[in-house]
């Protein structure tokens, strides 16, 4: 006897690939917010005044 899961493993392997996904950009995000502010400039980034940081056109 087999059992597929089918919509539910589906399910579950898509919402696995979501959190892969958000861990591996908020963990990006950590290293980038520490780079200084010519650093950013330097790969097409900028620091906003509330130290978000944000393309500033000429990179991502």
Known sequence: MT??????GAAMSG???R????FERRRTLRRISRLS???LR???????????ILGNG???
């Open 15 to 17: 919402l696995a690939r």
């Open 3 to 8: 059992l597929t899961l089918g919509p539910i």
């Open 42 to 52: 330097d790969i097409g980034l900028e620091r906003d005044w509330d130290g978000s």
């Open 58 to 60: 000429r990179g991502i």
């Open 37 to 39: 502010d010519h650093r």
């Open 19 to 22: 959190s892969a996904a958000t």
